[in-house]
């Protein structure tokens, strides 16, 4: 069964300072892994996307890592600001096509000033 | 301009009504899902249109039922509405099937559904 999970499932950091978020998923076959930042009382947006090939991939202060050999990917945040505070969504893509994606149930991520 | 936009933004109804959610996107995508997302913050597929032709249903009663009028819009009509309906819908779109290493989804903004 494809499965995603992520830790922790929720983080609260002061403002400024950098975290990790971690994402373990047992999806078969792989195709690409993606971040989501979903805002409260919104739908997710996309950070980034990833294909077997990459192992890194920024936008701005995200950065995120992808290991296929362990099928752990990470989502560093930089410098946080206020505005980071949403919840991540670690999804994987079965194969090509959109409707073979499988979710994660995100971390929920505060930052405090 | 709202690329994903759909409508209401909250509803709330009573069991065995029926209601409709409706979707539009402006970013000339062909093609159209419906998201459900539980309590737990799951996110799992309902359905997925392309070019106004059902390309996946998964399991998902029958009272769910999509309509595509054209490939900018995908509703989702509800019958006899259960308590476990609850959830919040996002309807989203994507340029392609996903086909592409790189396709991305683009959501609205979600409606929450509340069934008393």
């Known amino acids: 069964k494809n499965q995603v999970e992520q830790s922790p499932q929720s983080l609260i950091i002061l403002e400024g300072k950098n975290c990790t978020l971690q994402?373990?998923?047992?999806?078969?076959?792989?195709?690409?892994l993606r971040w989501y930042k979903q805002d409260t009382g919104r739908g997710p947006v996309s950070l980034t996307i990833?294909?077997?090939?990459?192992n890194t991939k920024s936008n701005g202060r995200y950065t995120a890592t992808l290991d296929a050999d362990t099928k752990q990917s990470s989502l560093h945040i930089t410098a946080s600001q206020l505005s980071d505070s949403a919840s991540y969504i670690c999804?994987?893509?079965?194969?090509?096509?959109?409707?073979?994606?499988?979710f994660g149930t995100g971390t929920r991520l505060t930052i405090i000033p | 301009d709202t690329a994903v936009s759909q409508t209401p933004k909250y509803l709330v109804t009573q069991m065995g009504n029926d209601k409709s959610i409706k979707c539009e996107q402006n970013?000339?995508?062909?093609?159209m899902y419906w998201y459900k997302q539980d309590s737990k913050k799951f996110l799992k597929i309902m359905f997925s249109?392309?070019?106004?032709?059902?390309?996946i249903n998964e399991t998902v009663p029958n009272r769910f039922s999509p309509k595509s009028p054209d490939k900018a819009h995908l509703n989702l009509h509800i019958n006899s509405l259960e308590l476990g309906d609850s959830a919040v819908y996002f309807c989203?779109?994507?340029?392609?099937?996903?086909?592409?290493?790189?396709?991305?989804?683009?959501f609205g903004s979600g409606t929450q559904l509340s069934v008393l």
């Open positions: 989203a779109s994507s340029q392609d099937l996903g086909t592409g290493t790189n396709e991305k989804l683009f």
């Open positions: 999804v994987v893509s079965a194969g090509f096509g959109n409707e073979k994606l499988t």
């Open positions: 970013l000339g995508h062909d093609t």
């Open positions: 994402c373990n998923y047992t999806v078969s076959p792989f195709s690409n």
């Open positions: 249109y392309n070019n106004k032709e059902l390309i």
């Open positions: 990833m294909t077997f090939s990459e």
